[in-house]
């Protein structure tokens, strides 16, 4: 699977597209649409379900260095309102913050990252090591394992 296949798949479902549209236009810093709403919809192509079918909800990683919680509930809420009339769960994280929560959440330390990137290579399983961005012209991929995973499901 090229990069190309595994965009052109992941932009069947609508919700995909539509958000990483709306996380451009509201220009949250480093933002992506990340991990299982992206493989899910690629096997859902490849096995012919409905784009959606198996999503219980769309990951939304951004970075910004204000690591209040006030700040990253303002941008959940912004993009929540934005994104009402998709009526999709959206889990938004700022990924500059993640280490102050998840050792207490999980038990188990977190390194501070520097990038949303950094929060996709964290993710356990390879297959959902992978994130899109709208750019001005196009999309971004970032897939550090590649797609083989995704391919092989």
């Given at each position: 699977?090229t990069?190309?296949?595994?965009?052109?798949?992941?932009?069947?479902?609508?919700?995909?597209?539509?958000?990483?549209?709306?996380?451009?236009?509201?220009?949250?810093?480093?933002?992506?649409?990340?991990?299982?709403?992206?493989?899910?919809?690629?096997?859902?192509?490849?096995?012919?379900?409905?784009?959606?079918?198996?999503?219980?909800?769309?990951?939304?990683?951004?970075?910004?260095?204000?690591?209040?919680?006030?700040?990253?509930?303002?941008?959940?809420?912004?993009?929540?309102?934005?994104?009402?009339?998709?009526?999709?769960?959206?889990?938004t994280?700022?990924?500059?913050?993640?280490?102050?929560?998840?050792?207490?959440?999980?038990?188990?330390?977190?390194?501070?990252?520097?990038?949303?990137?950094?929060?996709?290579?964290?993710?356990?399983?390879?297959?959902?090591r992978?994130?899109?961005?709208?750019?001005?012209?196009?999309?971004?991929?970032?897939?550090?394992?590649?797609?083989?995973?995704?391919?092989?499901?």
């Amino acid at each position: 699977m090229t990069r190309d296949d595994f965009l052109t798949a992941a932009l069947r479902n609508p919700a995909n597209r539509i958000i990483a549209d709306e996380l451009r236009r509201l220009a949250l810093p480093d933002a992506w649409v990340v991990a299982g709403c992206l493989t899910q919809t690629v096997w859902n192509a490849m096995t012919g379900r409905a784009a959606d079918y198996g999503i219980s909800d769309y990951d939304v990683f951004y970075f910004d260095p204000d690591t209040s919680w006030e700040a990253e509930d303002k941008v959940i809420r912004r993009l929540s309102d934005a994104l009402m009339s998709l009526r999709v769960e959206i889990e938004t994280r700022n990924q500059a913050r993640v280490h102050l929560w998840y050792p207490s959440k999980h038990g188990l330390p977190y390194p501070p990252l520097s990038r949303s990137t950094d929060g996709i290579d964290r993710f356990l399983t390879k297959n959902t090591r992978v994130g899109i961005r709208r750019r001005e012209e196009g999309y971004d991929v970032y897939a550090p394992d590649g797609f083989d995973d995704i391919k092989r499901m």
